[in-house]
């Protein structure tokens, strides 16, 4: 099954208000830390001009990536963060090119779409975003 397997299959896929809800309770989990939303399915969080957290969720797991500015291609990012190597993968355990479009893919399986999983999902996700913003905030300038 694919990672980025939102609706395909016998498996139910959440709704918008199913996802809205998810990401609320999340960003409130996390207060006071800044979590803008990129998309449905995704929330941000910054960590420089150029660098972001992307959280995601799906019908199977919560995870999240490095990557660029609004825009930025994945190539564009790769290369800069290729710098960094192979010390910031170790660092983050992922790889940078592991799965093509996301530097440093990490996820948690969990069926998102029983709400009854969410917090273990807020926890995971809550742990790996502060994780990867201390290691990725203590790069120099990049």
């Known amino acids: 099954m694919?990672?980025?397997?939102?609706?395909r299959g016998s498996l139910r896929s959440l709704s918008s208000p199913e996802?809205?809800?998810f990401w609320d309770g999340y960003v409130a989990f996390?207060?006071?830390?800044?979590?803008?939303?990129?998309?449905?399915?995704?929330?941000?969080?910054?960590?420089a001009d150029d660098l972001v957290l992307s959280l995601y969720l799906t019908n199977r797991s919560v995870g999240l990536f490095v990557r660029g500015a609004r825009g930025e291609r994945w190539a564009t990012t790769v290369n800069r963060l290729a710098a960094y190597e192979p010390d910031l993968g170790v660092a983050l355990g992922a790889s940078l090119r592991g799965y093509t479009g996301?530097?440093?893919?990490s996820n948690f399986p969990l069926p998102v779409i029983d709400p009854a999983?969410?917090?273990?999902?807020?926890?995971?996700?809550a742990e790996r975003e502060a994780f990867y913003h201390r290691v990725l905030s203590a790069l120099p300038v990049l």
């Open 2 to 7: 694919d990672e980025w397997d939102i609706s």
């Open 19 to 21: 996802i809205k809800r």
């Open 30 to 47: 996390r207060e006071p830390v800044a979590i803008e939303r990129g998309s449905l399915w995704s929330r941000w969080r910054r960590v």
């Open 102 to 105: 996301c530097c440093y893919l």
């Open 117 to 125: 999983n969410w917090p273990r999902g807020y926890e995971w996700l």
